[in-house]
């Protein structure tokens, strides 16, 4: 078990909703940002039971901004705890949030699942997000559920506008003149694709390079390179 939840079970304080298995994602890529002046922006506000969590497990140098659209979610800022109120499919109120944030090194979006405001949340502040920062959308089964937008290989849906980001994160090999090399190619380490879970590692990344090392007395079958 770890620390986050731990701190879920023994929760006493404001509601957190989460799904079981979120934890170990969490855990497996935000563990680095612990003890840091890390300033996280989490989408989906609710209860305010997720920014006191945040709070708890980023340590005391820690700032957390949250979205919502509901105004009563204010009611939960505190120390380190800042809300803002805007509809995350806005993309005038989202350029106008990122101009108030100092930086964002870890987004999360758990807002409104919709379909516009997944993408729109990612097209307008992915490029925001620290250098060597961290993206993570959750509740992707969204884009299988109608009331959301989704279904199944539905076109429009997050799901299938995230199967691209595989393309672009390969763009440095590609022949065809329909994928170029992109900001998202030169900006993204990894995807990591879990059960209702996308995260995305950002680092700055050079071109590809390959050696061969050692003595080859056998003559090559086929070529990968």
């Known amino acids: 078990m770890n620390d986050l939840k731990k701190y879920f079970d023994e929760n006493t304080g404001r509601q957190i909703n989460k799904w079981a298995h979120y934890f170990e994602i969490y855990d497996r890529h935000l563990a680095r940002f612990r003890g840091t002046d890390v300033h996280v922006l989490e989408f989906g506000v609710a209860q305010g039971g997720s920014a006191q969590m945040w709070k708890s497990y980023f340590g005391p140098r820690c700032r957390i901004y949250g979205v919502d659209k509901n105004p009563a979610c204010k009611q939960v800022e505190e120390e380190r705890v800042e809300v803002f109120i805007g509809d995350q499919a806005d993309r005038t109120f989202l350029r106008a949030l990122a101009a108030k944030l100092p930086r964002i090194d870890v987004l999360i979006d ?23 920062g961290v993206y993570l959308c959750e509740d992707l089964h969204t884009s299988y559920w109608s009331d959301y937008g989704g279904g199944y290989r539905k076109r429009g849906t997050f799901v299938e506008y995230a199967k691209n980001f595989i393309d672009y994160l390969h763009a440095w090999h590609s022949r065809s003149r329909r994928l170029r090399i992109s900001e998202f190619t030169r900006s993204v380490h990894a995807l990591h694709f879990y059960d209702s879970v996308l995260v995305i ?3 700055p990344i050079e071109p590809p390079t390959h050696s061969k ?10 070529r990968a390179q």
């Open 110 to 132: 758990d807002g409104g699942h919709h379909m516009k405001q997944q993408i729109h949340t990612f097209e307008e502040l992915f490029p925001r997000i620290d250098a060597n």
């Open 201 to 203: 590692e950002k680092r």
């Open 213 to 222: 090392t050692g003595t080859a007395s056998i003559p090559d079958y086929h």
